[in-house]
C-alpha cells in the first residue's frame, strides 16, 4: 500500500467478505465516503457497496471522537472488515487503503488478515497542475483527483492563469475567460463537488502581478499592457474584485494562492500610473513597491477569512511588511531561503523544484530521488545561481513546515500537437511521481527501500488503470 501504513500485522489469512457496508455514529457527510469507494469498488471489481446491517455487512465503519485528526484503524478478520475513523475524511484514508489490499479470485472479493493503524504526518500532501498553459478537460481534471485519493493527497493546486490563458469564468471582467480554454460555472460545481466527496481540497491560484499576460493584454487599461500588471490603484481594485470572484467559485477553500513569483517588477520603473503610486505612497524602489503589492492583495484575501499562499518572490528586506498569516510556498532557494522565511516567523510549504517538479524534458527527477533523497525539510536545485544547488538547505524537524508539493508544469506539454497528447504523457509522469511524494509527506521519515516500494507501485498502478476513467 502507498502510502505505507504507519503499523500493520498481516498474516496469509483470506479474509472473504461481501461489498456491503454498515456505519455506527458517524454524520450523514460520510454519505460522500461511502459512494466513494462504491465507485471505486465498481470501476474495479464491478460490484458497488450497498448498506446492510451490522451482521451481513462487509465492512463495519464505526466513528471514534478519540482518535486524532487523520487516523484510522482497520480490523480485518472473520469475514468482516472493522473501520475506526474520527470523521469521514479519516474513513478514506482508510478506503483508499483497502482498495490497493483487496483481491479477488474464484471464491469472492478478500484481504489477508490484516491489523492497521494509521495517521499522515503532514498536513499538505499536494499536487499542483498548470492549466494556465495546457488547459484540463473536466474529465482528466476528475482523473487527477481519482489518482490523489488513492495515495491519498489532500491538496490539489491549480495554477488557473498564466500568459496563455485565464480559464475561470468572470462576471467582473467578461472579456477574461480564454476561448474553448475555460471552465463554466458548472464546471467548476462539479469539479469542487467531485473533489470535496473524495476529501481533496482545491486550491486555486490566480497568479499576478507575473505570469498574467492575458491578463494584461485583455484590459490593458486596468492592469496595464507590460510583462507584470501595474501597480496603480486601478489595478489594485480589480484585483480585489477578481478575487473576490475565485473566493466566490470556491467558497469551500480556505486558501487562495496568489502567485507573486517572477514578475518583472522593473517595468514598473518605465510607467508613469506605477512611478506616481510609488511617489504617493512613500515607496522608494521597485523592490519595495513589489512587497508592497504582495501585502495589499494577501491583506485583501486575509480580510475575506481566507488563507494566502504566494511563491517565493519577494526580498528577504521586505518580509516584514507581509502578514505572518500568509504561507510561503517555497520552490527555487533563490529570491530567499526556507531558514530565512521560518526565522521570520512564516509557514511554509515545500515544493523544492529538485526533485519534486516536473518539466518534461527539461530536467525533472525519478522516484528514487524523491523517496531516497528527499524530505519535507530538505530543498535542492540543479541552477547554479541557487545555493541549494551546491549544498542542500535544511531546517529543524520542529520547523512550521506544512508539508510538500508535487508541481506539474505545462510549458513543453503544451507543444504537443493536440492537448490530449499533452495531457496523456503529463498523467503519466504524475502516476509514475506522485506516489513517492505522498509516501515521503505521509510519512515524513520513511525508510523504505526501492524494491518495497517498485512492488507496491506496480500494484497501485494497475488499480490506478482502472479507477481512471
Not at 475513523?85 to 489490499?101: I, R, S
Not at 474464484?106 to 494556465?132: A, F, K, Q
Not at 510556498?329 to 521560518?342: D, G, K, N, V
Not at 509514475?432 to 517498485?454: C, G, Y
Request: overall charge negative; charged content about 25%; hydrophobic content about 35%.
Amino acid at each position: 500500500m502507498i502510502p505505507a501504513p504507519k503499523k500493520i500485522n498481516t498474516t496469509e489469512n483470506k479474509v472473504y467478505f461481501p461489498l456491503t457496508h454498515h456505519t455506527v455514529g458517524f454524520e450523514q457527510t460520510v454519505k460522500d465516503v461511502l459512494r466513494t469507494m462504491s465507485d471505486y469498488c465498481d470501476r474495479v471489481f464491478g460490484h458497488t457497496l450497498k448498506s446492510a446491517s451490522e451482521e451481513n455487512a462487509g465492512f463495519i465503519c464505526e466513528c471514534d471522537n478519540t482518535l486524532k485528526n487523520g487516523q484510522y484503524t482497520v480490523s480485518a478478520k472473520e469475514n468482516k472488515i472493522r473501520i475506526t475513523a474520527k470523521d469521514e475524511t479519516a474513513l478514506g484514508y482508510a478506503f483508499a487503503t483497502l482498495l490497493q489490499a483487496i483481491n479477488k479470485d474464484e471464491n469472492g472479493i478478500y484481504v489477508n488478515e490484516t491489523e492497521i493503524n494509521d495517521m499522515p504526518d503532514s498536513d499538505w500532501r499536494g499536487l499542483m497542475l498548470d492549466i494556465g498553459r495546457l488547459f484540463m478537460p473536466v474529465k482528466h481534471l476528475c482523473n487527477m483527483i481519482d489518482i490523489c485519493w488513492l495515495y491519498k493527497i489532500n491538496r490539489l493546486q491549480l495554477h488557473l492563469n498564466d500568459d496563455p490563458s485565464y480559464t475561470l469564468p468572470s462576471d467582473a471582467f467578461p472579456l477574461l475567460p480564454t476561448e474553448n480554454r475555460h471552465y463554466s460555472k458548472e464546471d467548476i460545481l462539479y469539479i469542487r463537488s467531485y473533489a470535496k466527496q473524495r476529501g481533496v481540497m482545491l486550491v486555486p491560484e490566480i497568479d499576478m502581478p507575473g505570469h498574467s499576460r492575458w491578463i494584461t493584454k485583455t484590459y490593458p487599461e486596468i492592469f496595464g499592457s507590460g510583462s507584470a500588471m501595474c501597480a496603480e490603484e486601478k489595478t489594485f481594485k480589480a484585483l480585489e474584485k477578481l478575487i473576490d470572484e475565485v473566493i466566490s467559485l470556491f467558497p469551500d477553500s480556505p486558501y487562495i494562492h496568489l502567485g507573486g513569483d517572477e514578475a518583472d517588477v522593473n517595468a514598473w520603473s518605465r510607467c508613469d500610473g506605477c512611478i506616481a503610486y510609488m511617489k504617493e505612497h512613500g515607496i522608494e524602489n521597485t523592490q519595495e513597491m513589489y512587497a508592497h503589492y504582495l501585502k495589499r492583495i494577501t491583506d485583501h484575501v486575509l480580510s475575506k477569512g481566507r488563507t494566502p499562499i504566494i511563491w517565493e518572490g519577494i526580498k528577504r528586506d521586505y518580509n516584514h511588511m507581509i502578514s505572518k498569516d500568509v504561507i510561503f510556498a517555497e520552490f527555487e532557494s533563490l529570491y530567499q531561503l526556507a531558514p530565512e522565511l521560518i526565522e521570520d516567523g512564516f509557514t511554509v510549504i515545500n515544493c523544492s523544484w529538485k526533485p519534486l517538479y516536473i518539466v518534461p524534458r527539461s530536467r525533472m527527477w525519478s522516484q528514487e530521488e524523491i523517496v531516497k533523497g528527499w524530505d519535507i525539510y530538505r530543498w535542492q536545485h540543479w541552477f547554479e545561481k541557487s545555493p541549494a544547488s551546491k549544498k542542500d538547505i535544511e531546517v529543524e524537524k520542529t520547523s512550521p513546515v506544512l508539508g510538500g508539493q508535487l508541481c506539474c508544469w505545462m510549458d513543453v506539454f503544451s507543444n504537443h500537437p493536440s492537448s490530449e497528447e499533452g495531457w496523456r504523457e503529463a498523467t503519466e509522469l504524475i502516476v509514475e511521481r506522485l506516489p513517492a511524494l505522498a509516501e515521503k509527506t505521509w510519512n515524513i521519515e520513511s525508510e523504505i527501500s526501492m524494491d518495497v516500494f517498485n512492488v507496491k507501485y506496480e500494484r497501485a498502478k494497475n488499480i490506478i488503470k482502472k479507477i481512471i476513467r
